[in-house]
């Protein structure tokens, strides 16, 4: 219901680099410190910011085209692009709070659905109100998902019963008949299609679906997947482990799923070994002292390429997937069994090794998403 860590840090980096030039071209709130993610950020500042940015939202093309910007990669770039295009600004009703996402309901007519994960929170903890409820906030596109700009404004307003059933059955009929709002600019699928009454189209003949072994992947994205991740498999059962494979697919899949996928250009082999670079250099593969490890050269040799190119490739891998000792999404058990980053928690005020506690507190650590699994059930897999 909200977002990594790494896609945390990319939102707030984006949002607080913006703002900030934004103002100090301006001049909208003097003296104004620049945010820092990580650090106590002062919202009144921001709240006057960005009512004035979202009145304006040609600042961003101004921002694009100076030189504050030029720190970020195209990724980044493309990501504000979407900012200035499909930003919605509007109030909704927060109709429900499911395990994906909560959804936001329109007050046109007729109505829409759009799914929303919380940021660096679930929703449900940064507006504890019953639903449903009404907000006021702006919706923006962030790769395949949709979020809001940092700030929440809630009214209280309470419903009687006659209105929460009506508004419940307005979401029923809607979620059924026109689906919820993933994507902003995609429309939704419906959760329950329309009888159809005309016999359905036979597939064309010459047009095979393409087998992705289960990888959930855009179609679009269907044919490059399986011409890098072929590429992947083989270097990998040759030259690494099941582990490393299992991982770099991971990794595939979610770059495959980026709005423009980066992997629409460039050549499939180097692609496979950006990524098989950038995730060994994740998990210290290049340190000799590690059971499995191999030169960036000898890596950069699998696919007949330089090692400067494969180290290029491989950082702008790292850079579009948030790759860091920090983000255990892309590291080896044994890496992340080691990383104390993510072991050590707060419970009753203490800082503790959360691995050391009963199972019962590390299953609500897992169920608030505090640690990526249960370490005991990892070492015990086959």
Known sequence: MYLSR??????????????????QKHKIVPAFKKPVYGEHINTEPIIAIREKLWENPQWIDEFLDEKGSNELNENEREILRDWRKKFIKDKFIVVKHLATYSVFMTFDDPAKLYGVYGISNPIRETAPNDVPFIVETILLPFEDKIIYDSLLVTYKISFGKNAREDINDSYKQIKEKTGIIETIGIPPTPIKPQTVTKKPKSTPPNTPAIDTKGANVPKAMATRYVE?????????????????????LNALVKLCRKRPS???????QTWACGIIYAIGSNNFIFDKSQPMNVTASEIAEWFNLSKSTAGNKAAEVNKLLGLSY???????????????????????????????????????????GLIPYISTDKRNEP
């Open 6 to 23: 790494s896609e945390v840090e990319l939102f707030y980096k984006l949002w607080c680099t913006l703002t900030w030039t934004i103002n």
């Open 262 to 268: 980066p992997l629409i250009t460039g050549r499939a």
């Open 228 to 248: 890098i991740a072929e590429l992947i498999e083989k270097t990998c059962d040759e030259k690494l482990n099941a582990e490393y494979k299992e991982i770099c």
């Open 326 to 368: 920090f983000n255990t999404e892309f590291q080896l058990k044994t890496i992340a069994d080691r990383n104390p980053t993510i072991w050590y928690l707060k419970v009753n005020g203490l800082v503790v090794d959360i691995r050391t506690m009963p199972r019962e507190i590390q299953e609500e650590a897992l169920h608030k």
